[in-house]
């Protein structure tokens, strides 16, 4: 066994163990009965309509090849469901429909950062664009972020100090997971500035654009300030706003110089996404409005819940997220977060994710995932406050 191992690509070998699988694996175990906020999704079904158009596609023999870059009526459905976002036209061949947002961001991780050059990733960040990173031998260089305010930070001066000659691209997930840090348009207009000045990728992650508790109909984008020939790749998932996080579907937004590559390297990934699939993704878009909006309530109820549950709390540091739906808050005193999410299930019931999932900057940092219904996620808070009381 161990000869195989030494045999495998040591990039390979390097990718990190996910601490969120590692908690979530452990709660599974126990069986029922466990709140699992560990993961980002919510409690709810895709609703039956999107269901349904999977259903009746499937039905009617839908099941061939088809366009590596996704069907002409989703990507027109996506140009459209933007131009409603942004108040103005988008090509749809600027769109490429991919095997989840997971895969749109391993294709745009592959297109900009090579074999041992670097990729700037704010932290605490989610680890997904750093295993994505090492599994192709590039370098994920943590820029640690900071708390003040009330608030996260990152500054171009952070990126600065973490750019080196091999740095070749910045991952900007805003709204954030796990600190729901949100970019304000200055931060935004300051990181391109930065990006375009060293001649920099972005890759920008901005699928809880809905979820923003700021008080805007949507969260400040790259799309706003971007320039036609900007280095910048948007990576897109229908998992969050329709939930459909088991479907495995998302997609690329890039400038259209870009479309034969971006089609070239679906072709050689996955030769495309089920038609059926992406009939369910045109559903989502053209008529799944007041789910979106049903999800964003019940999300925002869910901030309420937990803001109240973790405020005056002496132990707790908490900066009330900005955006997405998660809240990242530190325990004085506790010495592993991975082992305090175990013990959260054992003795709450509760599913966490443990802070080091995030980076080693999230040491002693606890996420919950606040898209559930009112009573379940109150009952979670109730758990999670007893085993902070327990802590002393």
């Known amino acids: 066994m161990g000869d195989l191992l030494a045999a495998v690509r040591p990039a390979a070998q390097r990718t990190p163990i996910s601490g969120i699988i590692r908690t979530a694996n452990y709660g599974r175990a126990k069986g029922p009965g466990i709140i699992p906020l560990w993961a980002g999704e919510g409690d709810l079904p895709t609703p039956r309509f999107i269901a349904e158009a999977a259903a009746k596609a499937l039905y009617d023999g839908e099941t061939f090849y088809t366009h590596s870059r996704g069907i002409p009526e989703l990507r027109e459905a996506l140009a459209g469901y933007y131009e409603t976002q942004f108040g103005r036209p ?202 979106v909006k049903s999800m964003i309530e019940r999300a925002r109820i869910g901030r309420d819940i937990v803001t109240e549950a973790l405020s005056g709390r002496n132990r707790v540091t908490f900066a009330p997220p900005d955006g997405a739906f998660y809240a990242f808050f530190k325990v004085a005193g506790l010495e592993s977060s991975q082992q305090a999410a175990f013990a959260l299930i054992d003795e709450a019931s509760v599913g966490t994710a443990p802070g080091t999932a995030f980076g080693d900057i999230g040491e002693g940092y606890v996420r919950v995932c606040f898209l559930r219904s009112k009573d379940s996620l109150t009952e979670a808070m109730q758990g999670i406050v007893k085993y902070l009381e327990t802590l002393g």
């Open 90 to 291: 988008f090509d749809p061949d600027t769109f490429f429909v991919t095997g989840s947002g997971m895969q749109a961001i391993q294709l745009c991780v592959a297109m900009t950062v090579g074999h041992d050059e670097e990729i700037l990733i704010p932290s605490p960040s989610w680890p997904n664009a750093t295993g994505a990173s090492t599994v192709i031998g590039a370098n994920p260089v943590a820029v640690p972020m900071r708390e003040a305010d009330g608030r996260w930070v990152l500054t171009v001066e952070d990126l600065e100090r973490a750019m080196t000659p091999k740095t070749r691209a910045i991952f900007v997930n805003s709204p954030a997971n796990p600190t729901g840090w949100t970019a304000t348009q200055e931060e935004m207009e300051a990181i391109l500035a930065f990006a375009r000045a060293n001649e920099l990728w972005i890759i920008a992650d901005e699928i809880y654009s809905r979820f923003i508790w700021t008080g805007a109909e949507r969260a400040p984008s790259f799309l706003d300030i971007a320039e036609p020939d900007d280095r910048i790749l948007w990576v897109g998932t229908f998992s969050k706003n329709w939930a459909m996080t088991g479907w495995r579907m998302g997609w690329i937004h890039a400038p259209l110089a870009l479309r034969q590559t971006l089609e070239n390297l679906i072709q050689y990934s996955t030769s495309g996404t089920a038609v059926f699939m992406q009939r369910a993704g045109v559903v989502a878009l053209t008529e799944g409005e007041w789910f």
